[in-house]
């Protein structure tokens, strides 16, 4: 390894981070988890190609369950909040229309730095993006909406790139609820994409509201625990209640992360396949 290429695996780069999760992904067998994990590519790929998203712009990681993405800076935050996030979903109803269960993702979105090295991508911005999309509430939303995708973004990446709005993007079909990591009190902003601002499950006039265990043969949970309280979230939307979740887990989270221009990417980029409609 020559000085440049041990530099640059030690400097970090703000890139978009993308971590999707298949719901309930343990109650798939051993034939149908390959046939779940192929439907994710797909999606995942078709909707990049149709979003213009340079192949040479993203790295994928396969999660076994899910997929773990970066975007290098140069490519637009607004243009995965917007145009990507509604191939994926047009992507997934049409993947969905001839399954008798159908697959459900959550997608986790945050923007900060990112380290890569020859196995992949590390970072707290990473541990935060996969946080989001791992969260109750998310799993929640998917079951209570009878939904099949749910998008879960940090708050500075709503309060830089949604709040602002934008082409396919609507701020106002985002509904928060805030998380107490251990780092500290978080807000996550979640989206039901198609769909006006979601109620999140357990908010209402209840003070509390206890985490709903999760289905049988859920592998998603690692064994921490949730707490959820309903607090007033009246400084964001008015008239909407938030849920507070305790999470304790490892995360973090960053208020004043900026997504920058031109960024290079830290390491080898996979490529994704070109794929046309169907």
């Not at 990049?48 to 076994?64: C, I, M, Q, S």
């Not at 939904?147 to 396919?168: H, I, M, N, P, R």
Request: glycine fraction near 10%; proline fraction near 5%.
């Amino acid at each position: 390894m020559n000085h440049d290429d041990a530099l640059e695996l030690t400097e970090a780069h703000y890139e978009l981070v993308i971590s999707v999760d298949a719901r309930r992904s343990g109650q798939y067998d051993d034939v149908d988890k390959p046939r779940m994990r192929a439907r994710i590519y797909r999606v995942l790929e078709t909707a990049f190609t149709h979003a213009k998203v340079a192949r040479d712009a993203v790295h994928l990681e396969d999660r076994g369950d899910g997929v773990l993405v970066s975007v290098a800076g140069r490519i637009a935050a607004s243009r995965l909040l917007g145009l990507w996030l509604v191939e994926v979903h047009e992507k997934l109803r049409d993947v969905n229309r001839d399954l008798a269960v159908p697959l459900g993702l959550r997608i986790g979105m945050h923007v900060g730095p990112v380290r890569h090295d020859d196995r992949g991508i590390s970072g707290r911005a990473v541990d935060l993006a996969c946080r989001l999309a791992d969260s109750s509430v998310a799993r929640e939303l998917l079951d209570a909406e009878k939904a099949d995708l749910v998008l879960v973004t940090s708050q500075s990446l709503y309060e830089e790139v949604v709040g602002g709005g934008g082409k396919f993007i609507e701020p106002a079909h985002y509904a928060p609820a805030r998380l107490e990591l251990k780092e500290g009190e978080v807000t996550a902003w979640f989206h039901l994409p198609g769909r006006p601002a979601p109620e999140i499950p357990g908010a209402g006039p209840a003070t509390a509201a206890a985490d709903a265990p999760l289905p049988a043969g859920d592998d998603e949970s690692d064994g921490d625990e949730d707490e959820f309280e309903a607090v007033d979230m009246s400084g964001h939307l008015p008239g909407r209640v938030g849920i507070h979740q305790n999470v304790r887990r490892d995360a973090f989270h960053n208020e004043h992360n900026v997504y920058h221009g031109n960024v290079q990417m830290g390491g080898s980029t996979n490529q994704v396949t070109e794929q046309g409609k169907g």
